[in-house]
């Protein structure tokens, strides 16, 4: 499919107007609206992944409407309102291009409006189109308006065209490119960061910087709160997790920043705010690996994985059910916001012995002795391993992960990025290892937990299980030796060169 991009501009509605009888050089723009409008939702990703790749989503009734980064318009017609999953759109254009966004990837309506049309043709004294130019024109509830304007050339006159472009630009009109009008309909709307990113001083101390991060990181889960109840999508609930897993954290790995007294108060309450959480989350990822499990098992196993994805599915209804009653519940309201409220205005923190360092030397000393940490266990991982070792190497890969994206702004970035890469790669090794692992005592435990009734279904299910613990089983013994060789990039002489360099004063 070849779409072909046109001069596209984002322009504020209230200049079409303007251009209605008035002159463009010696030639006469004429304005024509089309007389119905209709509601618009304009739709992303919960992490907007459409408006960073510069693209921008509407469903107008039945139909997609989707402009690229480098303006091309495609639409796609007889599509379900509202469009939830790209992986479930009917075959067509707009599907094709959104083939990057995973099939279980939700989009959500980020704002809603009416959608109308509008055309200008800068025409002659003899009334001759010279060129023309086609107004989406997007307006809120609010009365915010914008319209993206797609620029037609016609053959022999360049000069008008030209003369077209630089009166859009003249009105406020900026290329599609360099705006999006998620920002101009919605000024108030703030954009989702999972990640946020943090500004220290050159000269803060530890004490500062572990406010700081728990900070930014309380806002991002807040921020997923209603995603959660909604059922929108599960990300919500996994970047929940992960933000509240960073903040507890900084509570255990920053030892010494606040007294003992407080960081063990602190390590509950993040706890008790993760406890709820855990099993909706095992359950969502069970339910997302369905068709992997399917895939391990020859088809005449597949009646018993049938009948366990139907109870994990009744089950994960009621664990949504209880997480989405706890979520609103006016204790966990007060508890979040007192949480917030004491990092925003850390006077009541009570500081230990390190909260003074600065958080340069600190955040080194930490870091170097995490990455000797690793090597030590690392270099001990063979075939006969136990599995409690390998999974202990990658808590602590986890634990430099983080420490290492907390401080990163107080470090030389080319450094750093070369030591993430092959981390993350190890990490992912590990956590194929751990999921595998975990995956199998989860379904002994669900074998071990059924009732004694229906005796058929239940041999049909452990004969399914059985055979689906057996092939994960040799797929962690596989992850294993990967592990090792993930270590041995990782730990490469000029990696050990960078962690010294960068962490350690260039020193063995």
């Known amino acids: 499919m070849t779409i072909l991009p046109v001069p596209t501009y984002l322009v504020p509605a209230s200049a079409l107007d303007a251009f209605s009888g008035a002159p463009s050089g010696k030639l006469t723009a004429q304005l024509i609206r089309s007389e119905d409008d209709s509601a618009f939702d304009l739709l992303d990703t919960f992490d907007e992944d459409l408006r960073q790749r510069g693209m921008c989503l509407l469903q107008v009734g039945a139909q997609l409407i989707l402009w690229t980064s480098d303006g091309a318009m495609i639409a796609q017609s007889d599509v379900a309102s509202p ?4 992986a479930d759109l009917p075959s067509g254009a707009v599907r094709e291009t959104l083939g990057f966004v995973p099939a279980l990837r939700s989009l959500v309506p980020l704002g809603q409006g009416r959608w109308s049309t509008a055309h200008i043709a800068v025409v002659d004294e003899e009334e001759k189109t010279q060129a023309r130019a086609k107004f989406h024109v997007l307006t809120t509830e609010t009365g915010q308006g914008v319209a993206i304007a797609q620029l037609q050339s016609l053959r022999g006159y360049d000069k008008a065209f030209d003369q077209l472009q630089n009166d859009l630009v003249s009105a406020g009109g900026v290329p599609l490119a360099d705006a999006h009008p998620l920002e101009a ?25 572990a406010n700081a991060i728990i900070g930014a990181y309380l806002p991002v889960a807040r921020r997923n709160e209603q995603g959660v109840i909604d059922d929108i999508d599960v990300e919500y609930l996994h970047d929940y997790r992960i933000a509240l897993r960073k903040i507890r954290s900084v509570t255990s790995l920053f030892k010494g920043v606040y007294s003992e007294k407080q960081t063990e108060k602190l390590k509950l309450r993040f706890s008790n705010l993760m406890a709820p959480t855990g099993r909706l ?22 009646g018993g994985l049938e009948r366990m994805f139907e109870m994990f599915a009744a089950e994960r209804a009621e664990a949504l059910r209880k997480l989405s009653k706890h979520l609103k519940s006016k204790s966990y309201e007060a508890e979040i916001t007192k949480l917030i409220h004491l990092f925003d205005t850390p006077k009541k923190l009570h500081t230990g012995p390190a909260a003074d ?56 970035k080319k450094e750093f990025k070369s030591l993430i890469k092959p981390l993350k790669k190890l990490q992912d090794n590990l956590g194929l290892f751990n999921d595998y692992s975990v995956q199998q005592e989860s379904l002994k435990d669900f074998l071990d937990g059924l009732g004694a009734g229906d005796h058929v279904g239940n041999m049909q299910l452990a004969q399914s ?8 089983h040799q797929r962690q013994l596989d992850e294993r030796q990967k592990v090792v060789e993930s270590f041995t990039a990782f730990n490469s002489p ?14 063995g």
């Open 185 to 209: 309909l919605f000024p108030d709307h703030q954009p989702y960061v999972a990640k946020p990113e943090l500004c220290l001083a050159h000269d803060a101390t530890a004490f500062e910087t």
């Open 357 to 412: 360092e600065p958080a340069h030397d600190f955040a080194s000393a930490l870091i170097w002795k995490r990455y000797r940490k690793i090597c030590k266990i690392a270099a001990g991982i063979d075939d006969q391993t136990e599995d409690e070792e390998v999974h202990e190497l990658r808590i602590q890969c986890k634990k430099l992960r983080y420490l290492m994206e907390f401080f990163q702004p107080a470090f030389p």
């Open 465 to 472: 299980v059985g055979a689906l613990i057996a092939v994960l």
């Open 83 to 86: 469009a939830r999953f790209v």
């Open 281 to 302: 989350r095992d359950l969502d990822v069970y339910l997302l690996e369905r068709d992997f499990f399917f895939d391990l098992l020859p088809k005449s196993l597949h």
């Open 494 to 507: 000029e990696t050990q060169t960078t962690f010294r360099d960068l962490f350690h004063g260039g020193e």
